[in-house]
């Protein structure tokens, strides 16, 4: 029996360094695979090598739906229905809904509108002016204003659901009763979407989905509603945070800002490094639990233990990635992470995301070749109690 009070607690990293989980890293050096314990002493496993990574997140040995059972694991707030909470068939038949109505013609045929968003967002910075604080200004309104013309959402309710977005995405930050009531909202909130669009269809993904899934009848309602605002909450606060990190991680090292501004056919790799590279998330959610005795990079775990993967540790794995603590963004293999996971459970908005990612850092280094933080990295507010991980604010000069 392991003595939990020796266990590293987890997560291991709750800082605001910008790019690393010290402790993650230093415990991939020695074993693929780790125990941990929680704060409320219960232990889990941690996987950090890429192949254990990608092994329990293919392997259908490993439960998502197991970790929701009244007696699973009490880490995260995952709701039911959701498509990370599913396995196999189940998920399957869920996934092939949402990718028949969210397809690469549908993201390619953004293109433009999202180019035309981002001029528009860059040229608000340009008459405000010097000082400002560019989270304010372009990291958060371009993914809010993405999802709310992906989805039919109304532009001017969006303050209601990046609250309730903050919430249900909290960890620390919030308490549990607060972190329901968030998730409760969004829950009413996309299901009075939902009941509009059926009323006033339009072209917009909600519509297109409510069309798939009623023609086959194979969507619940619950399993509508409760993607459709995690796509909501989730879309626009994931890229808000991988672009916020990202631009501040290039403003800390000029000379790597000044490679884009120069090369601006380095950006598609550009991103996929950094991708791999910062530390977006240290919770390794959602975990899943093993249903049979089933062996992890070398490490047996037994039927009923959690496993919790750790995506940004796996990207820092030498096996894999050469250098794999440095920032290079001419890495050939950068596009190897695993940020949007991997499998089955790929993120379905991974192409949104890039493009949105893409047009931003072209867009930003070609027309602010001068941009430069206004305060010392240290001094950058971060935002913290949240799952994921970005600096409150960004201030920028040039």
Request: net charge negative; charged share 25%; aromatic share 6%.
């Amino acid at each position: 029996m392991t003595q939990t009070s020796r266990l590293p607690e987890f997560p291991f990293a709750r800082s605001s360094a910008l790019d690393t989980d010290t402790l993650g890293i230093e415990l991939l050096a020695s074993a693929p695979v780790t125990r941990a314990r929680l704060r409320d002493g219960a232990e889990i496993w941690a996987a950090l090598s890429n192949a254990a990574a990608r092994q329990v997140v293919t392997d259908p040995r490993f439960s998502s739906r197991a970790a929701l059972e009244p007696d699973g694991p009490k880490i995260g707030n995952t709701v039911p229905d959701l498509l990370l909470s599913m396995d196999g068939e189940e998920h399957a038949s869920v996934r092939s809904l949402f990718s028949k109505a969210f397809t690469p013609r549908m993201v390619e045929r953004m293109r433009p509108w999202i180019e035309g968003l981002v001029s528009d967002l860059l040229d608000a910075v340009e008459r405000k002016g010097p000082p400002l604080d560019l989270v304010e200004q372009f990291t958060a309104p371009l993914p809010v204003t993405v999802m709310c013309q992906l989805l039919g959402v109304p532009y001017a309710d969006r303050g209601q659901f990046m609250a309730w977005t903050d919430r249900m995405l909290g960890d620390t930050g919030f308490t549990p009763e607060e972190i329901a009531e968030g998730i409760g909202n969004l829950q009413q909130y996309m299901g009075q979407l939902v009941d509009r669009k059926r009323r006033e269809p339009a072209e917009d993904f909600t519509t297109e989905l409510i069309g798939v899934s009623e023609h086959g009848n194979r969507l619940t309602e619950d399993q509508l509603v409760n993607n459709l605002f995690l796509m909501l909450g989730a879309g626009y606060d994931t890229t808000l945070k991988q672009l916020s990190n990202s631009i501040l991680i290039l403003l800390s090292r000029p000379q790597e800002y000044l490679r884009l501004v120069e090369n601006p056919d380095l950006i598609p790799n550009a991103v996929e490094e950094l991708l791999r590279y910062l530390l977006l998330s240290p919770t390794g959610l959602p975990v899943r639990v093993a249903v049979e005795d089933v062996e992890l990079d070398g490490q047996l775990i037994r039927a009923g233990e959690t496993v919790a993967v750790l995506y940004h540790v796996a990207n820092r794995d030498p096996a894999l990635f050469e250098c794999p603590n440095e920032l290079d963004l001419t890495r050939p293999e950068a596009a190897k992470h695993m940020s949007f996971g991997a499998g089955p459970h790929f993120c379905l908005g991974a192409p949104l995301a890039r493009l949105e990612l893409r047009t931003a850092l072209f867009q930003l280094t070609q027309r602010f070749p001068a941009l430069r933080l206004a305060v010392p990295p240290s001094d950058v507010l971060w935002k913290e109690g949240g799952i994921q991980r970005g600096p409150r604010t960004l201030p920028v000069e040039w």
